[in-house]
């Protein structure tokens, strides 16, 4: 016996746009180049396995390969976060409530 499951899950999101209309790179929601959104890593776990499969795609997807300088820079920014004490985007510091 097979068990199918099959899940839709509907993401809204309203943004307000700056004064020019167009919104910052970094803070357009994440999309697939098919224009359609897509879930981000939930916890440590799955960033681990998206950055595995990243690490992949990098080299061999044709898709992937042409932003790897731009994936690389993002990358690093992400790692100066991770190894300092400050807070990156959105979060608290420790001492706020």
């Not at 209309?21 to 960033?47: H, K, N, T």
Request: negative net charge; hydrophobic residues 35%; contains cysteine.
């Amino acid at each position: 016996m097979r068990e199918i499951v099959q899940r839709t899950e509907t993401v809204v999101r309203t943004r307000v746009l700056p004064e020019s209309g167009r919104m910052p790179l970094a803070s357009r929601p994440a999309q697939r180049l098919s224009g359609q959104p897509y879930m981000l890593p939930e916890d440590a776990i799955e960033w681990i396995e998206a950055l595995a499969a990243l690490r992949r795609e990098a080299v061999t997807n044709p898709t992937v390969a042409p932003f790897r300088e731009h994936i690389a820079n993002a990358c690093e920014k992400t790692l100066e976060v991770l190894r300092s004490d400050a807070p990156g985007p959105g979060e608290a510091s420790p001492g706020d409530t």
